[in-house]
């Protein structure tokens, strides 16, 4: 989902388009869904981030990004509205993870992680029940998590104010919703003001340095 204007970041581009590590957001975020978990992936963008396209379109055409990539245009109107878009588009059924451009740190083994967990829960599930139904799953890190490295709290869980979604999420084809709660600090951090891309950075060094040693 890349179709922000990111207002509230203050930047002087568009949110996806904003550098962490010296590259875009959108691009670090299609890094990590190349993973051969996922079939194809669908960068949703709409007319309040044109440039975000045009980037899209020109990165594509260098063959820098995944040929399972897909540019689907959605009205704007709100996370809901848009995801609903690419929903309904021709050969797109659920699951199906959902993940906002603004998660710099996300890397393919969290994603990988993320949708083992779904199918573990989906089996189980299966196996009480005779039911084809699929649920939809919200990701989740703690409050307290995200507050300690300095990241914004925008929104908590419904019911479980001590949780942060984090803007990974797997829609099912039912209503009812699993909470996953992560402790990956890749995952706490969302880009959605000033504070929260310094706080980016200076995660982003920490765990660069844990890696080198």
Request: aromatic share 4%.
């Amino acid at each position: 989902m890349c179709g922000g204007e990111g207002s509230r970041l203050e930047a002087h581009l568009e949110k996806p388009l904003f550098e962490v590590g010296g590259q875009p957001m959108i691009d670090r975020v299609l890094d990590a869904l190349e993973t051969d978990t996922l079939e194809t992936v669908f960068a949703a963008v709409s007319p309040n981030a044109p440039e975000t396209r045009r980037h899209l379109e020109r990165v594509a055409d260098s063959h820098e990004l995944p040929d399972s990539l897909e540019i689907v245009d959605t009205p704007g109107y709100g996370y809901v509205t848009d995801l609903q878009s690419v929903l309904e588009r021709p050969g797109v059924s659920t699951p199906i993870l959902t993940v906002t451009a603004d998660l710099p740190l996300l890397e393919p083994p969290v994603v990988e992680r993320t949708v083992g967990r779904y199918r573990a829960a989906v089996a189980g599930n299966t196996a009480k029940s005779d039911s084809s139904e699929t649920p939809s799953m919200t990701v989740c890190v703690p409050v307290s998590v995200k507050r300690r490295l300095g990241f914004s709290v925008e929104t908590v869980a419904h019911g479980q104010p001590h949780l942060a979604p984090t803007g990974v999420n797997v829609v099912g084809s039912e209503h009812r919703t699993m909470t996953h709660t992560s402790y990956d600090l890749r995952l706490a951090s969302n880009v959605n003001r000033r504070t929260d891309a310094r706080a980016t950075e200076r995660l982003r060094s920490a765990l660069e340095e844990n890696e080198c040693e």
